[in-house]
């Protein structure tokens, strides 16, 4: 059974918005209960962690992302947001959601692609 499943990715402009979707099964994780997490990683870089939202809804932001990227949640659908809005060259990575660890399992996340 595929725990996480990312969408939402694509090509756009630099200053350009997306909107990234996570559904994650529930035998995996139930949102309303996990902190979870967005993650992306580059090529040639290590996966690092951009935004976070936690149980009672506190979100937490890397300093590259914060002020232009929104992390939230959908409890009924079990799933998890990001609206990335003035996106920018360096914003190029692929992107996955997860919980913050341990890790068991990842999506196949997906591809952003910002062009400048």
């Known amino acids: 059974q595929v725990q996480l499943v990312e969408s939402g990715g694509g090509l756009v402009q630099a200053g350009g918005s997306l909107r990234l979707s996570c559904v994650a099964s529930r035998s995996f994780v139930n949102v309303r209960f996990s902190t979870m997490g967005w993650y992306r990683q580059a090529p040639g870089k290590q996966r690092e962690l951009v935004a976070s939202i936690t149980n009672i809804g506190t979100t937490n932001y890397g300093d590259s992302v914060k002020g232009r990227f929104i992390i939230s949640r959908d409890n009924a659908k079990n799933m998890v947001y990001l609206q990335m809005n003035n996106l920018k060259a360096e914003d190029t990575a692929v992107y996955y959601c997860?919980?913050?660890?341990?890790?068991?399992?990842w999506g196949q996340g997906t591809q952003v692609t910002v062009s400048s």
């Open positions: 997860n919980t913050l660890g341990p890790f068991t399992t």
